[in-house]
């Protein structure tokens, strides 16, 4: 997901994208510990996807 697509978003959106991706994220670990997963990069970019989207919800809180 791109920046543009995040800044795109309502707040209620970002709540949301965000409470479903650290969902995605926590299974992806667990699978991760189980068993190596196919492409370990795909934990980092889910990692780091969840941050910009914070940052993103954050900056939406301050403008209020």
Known sequence: MKNSEIKALTF???KQKLVSEQEAYRK????????????PMKVRETRKLIARLQTELRAKELAK
């Open 12 to 14: 209620d959106e970002l």
């Open 28 to 39: 992806l670990r667990f699978a991760h510990e189980i068993s190596p997963i196919e492409n």
